[in-house]
């Protein structure tokens, strides 16, 4: 097992390597220049230029690709031009509110996604069955910032049941230890502020969750009809047991590992997806600041977060190669 762990974190590294170089041909042929968006549409060329020089822009591509590695390697990933704050920190600043949002989204989709696909497999051909197909169809194809929208527009903009955005509202007194602000009011035991951020967390895990829940309720269906047709099944059924029984023992358990890899799929998703969710709905996470810095055509924030990304996403993803090793130990990690 560790032997795998080591192998797979090195796999990382060319992995890595090969994302700075899309990123940074990306970033650079990005409309618009750094210089002036911070300067500004009135800057003076002289001015301009002046910025440009101080970022290290007027040189040569390569040099500003070697120029852009070094922070890399020194493990602080540069600094903003636009705030000039270490993009490291920022990210980890940011990252507990995109952590929230997922974690929420996430369990929102498992909670609802795998009892959903079960009780479809359970009733193949059958009316749920159908409405299930077709609602996770829908969940699938309806883009993630079009649900954000109509969420907010239907429960917040027009009944005003849930608020329109932010993590809480900032006239609460909260104390903050760990920044995920429903946990921080949990250990504060300040309630009311616990219970404004879970209220502010609904609309944006719902929105963020949708597409997640459609594509597990899927798999799990798929996966429960697969194994109701293997053998061992109905052998278990034809000793007698219970149809819990054979569902906890049989169905669920050996059903279990192509909805685990889904989950796991699912939780990297979510950080791509997080950023249309947090501009929607003004969270202040990783999605919301790396939209920012889109806009302000800020490189080493883009190109710093888009990395830590995905160093997040091969961790989950190594980390449900492991699960799998725990849930059958058929699997060989090799």
């Not at 249309?276 to 709905?281: A, G, N, S």
């Amino acid at each position: 097992m560790l032997g795998f762990v080591v192998r797979r974190l090195l796999q990382l590294v060319p992995v890595l390597f090969g994302l700075s170089v899309l990123l940074f041909i990306w970033v650079r042929a990005l409309p618009g220049d750094p210089a002036r968006a911070l300067l500004g549409r009135h800057a003076t060329p002289e001015a301009v230029a002046d910025v440009r020089a101080r970022l290290g822009l007027d040189k040569s591509l390569p040099e500003q690709y070697v120029a852009h590695l070094k922070p890399l390697f020194s493990g602080d990933f540069g600094r903003s031009i636009s705030d000039g704050r270490p993009v490291l920190e920022s990210f980890f600043d940011k990252l507990p509110a995109t952590l929230q949002l997922g974690a929420a989204a996430l369990l929102i989709a498992v909670v609802v996604g795998i009892p959903l696909g079960y009780l479809a497999a359970r009733h193949q051909g059958r009316w749920p069955d159908t409405l299930l197909v077709s609602g996770s169809l829908l969940g699938v194809v309806t883009p993630v910032f079009f649900v954000a929208i109509l969420l907010r527009l239907v429960f917040a903009d027009w009944l005003h049941w849930l608020p329109t955005g932010g993590q809480q509202d900032p006239r609460i007194d909260a104390t903050h230890v760990t920044d995920f602000y429903v946990l921080d009011g949990i250990l504060t035991r300040e309630w009311d502020a616990a219970w404004d951020a879970f209220v502010h967390l609904i609309l944006p895990a719902i929105a963020l969750g949708t597409m997640a829940m459609a594509y597990i309720a899927r798999i799990t269906r798929a996966s429960v009809i697969e194994v109701l047709g293997e053998d061992y099944v109905r052998t278990a059924r034809s000793k007698g047991l219970s149809v819990m029984t054979v569902s906890r023992r049989h169905v669920l358990r050996n059903a279990l590992l192509a909805v685990v890899t889904t989950v796991g799929l699912m939780a990297g998703m979510l950080l791509s997806g997080a950023v249309l969710t947090e501009t929607v709905f003004n969270f202040t996470g990783i999605g919301h600041y790396l939209f920012e810095a889109i806009s302000t055509r800020d490189y080493p924030v883009i190109e710093g977060f888009v990395l830590l990304i995905a160093v997040f996403y091969s961790l989950i993803n190594l980390a449900v190669d492991v699960a799998y090793g725990v849930i059958d130990p058929r699997v060989r990690l090799s």
